[in-house]
């Protein structure tokens, strides 16, 4: 899907704990010229929560409250934005140019969730959802036009350090 984008829009995605938001911070790091999307923080600034999940202890955030926030900046023909965020299935097709879905070892992931504080549950619902690739599965179903979708080791400091000069390549060979 060709958008004629100056820089690409990247999504990276995977189960909670997979460690998204620490890539994304290293990545900008890497390309001060991209520009770093908080989905979270946009819910909170454009009061996009439809409701409090009891059971996950957590806001639930308005889909179609969220795109009207944030369609505009994700339609500018500058581009060069980096969503990290575990739900894909919302975002439309046209806002990424690559999708990154990064995998964990499932006893990592169980002991970065265990440490967060999460109930035994939510560390269950989780980790089942790493080993069934529901995220990874998501995307392929879901992005089937974007210019590239990579699925990325993420256990260490290494892996992550590695999928900064991997993702960092598609940036620098980005052409609109």
Same mark, same amino acid.
């Given at each position: 899907?060709?958008?004629?984008?100056?820089? *690409? #829009?990247?999504?990276?995605?995977?189960?909670?704990?997979?460690?998204?938001?620490?890539?994304?911070?290293?990545?900008?790091?890497?390309?001060?010229?991209?520009?770093?999307?908080?989905?979270?923080?946009?819910?909170?600034?454009?009061?996009?929560?439809?409701?409090?999940?009891?059971?996950?202890?957590?806001?639930?955030?308005?889909?179609?409250?969220?795109?009207?926030?944030?369609?505009?900046?994700?339609?500018?023909?500058?581009?060069?934005?980096?969503?990290?965020?575990?739900?894909?299935?919302?975002?439309?097709?046209?806002?990424?140019?690559?999708?990154?879905?990064?995998?964990?070892? #499932?006893? !990592?992931?169980?002991?970065?969730?265990?440490?967060?504080?999460?109930?035994?549950?939510?560390?269950?619902?989780?980790?089942?959802?790493?080993?069934?690739?529901?995220?990874?599965?998501?995307?392929?179903?879901?992005? *089937? #036009?974007?210019?590239?979708?990579?699925? !990325?080791?993420?256990?260490?400091?290494?892996?992550?350090?590695? #999928?900064?000069?991997?993702?960092?390549? !598609?940036?620098?060979?980005?052409? *609109?």
């Amino acid at each position: 899907m060709e958008t004629g984008r100056v820089r *690409p #829009n990247i999504l990276i995605t995977g189960t909670p704990g997979t460690g998204k938001s620490s890539l994304a911070e290293m990545l900008m790091e890497e390309h001060p010229e991209m520009r770093s999307m908080d989905i979270y923080t946009e819910a909170e600034i454009h009061g996009c929560f439809a409701e409090f999940d009891e059971q996950r202890n957590c806001k639930v955030i308005d889909d179609d409250l969220l795109l009207d926030a944030i369609e505009d900046r994700m339609s500018e023909r500058e581009g060069g934005f980096v969503i990290d965020y575990h739900a894909t299935a919302f975002f439309p097709e046209r806002y990424f140019d690559y999708v990154i879905v990064l995998r964990t070892d #499932n006893t !990592l992931l169980f002991d970065r969730l265990a440490a967060r504080g999460y109930s035994q549950e939510k560390i269950r619902e989780n980790v089942e959802c790493e080993i069934f690739g529901v995220i990874a599965d998501e995307v392929e179903e879901c992005y *089937p #036009n974007v210019r590239e979708i990579k699925v !990325l080791k993420s256990d260490s400091l290494e892996d992550c350090q590695q #999928n900064v000069i991997i993702i960092s390549d !598609l940036i620098k060979q980005w052409t *609109p």
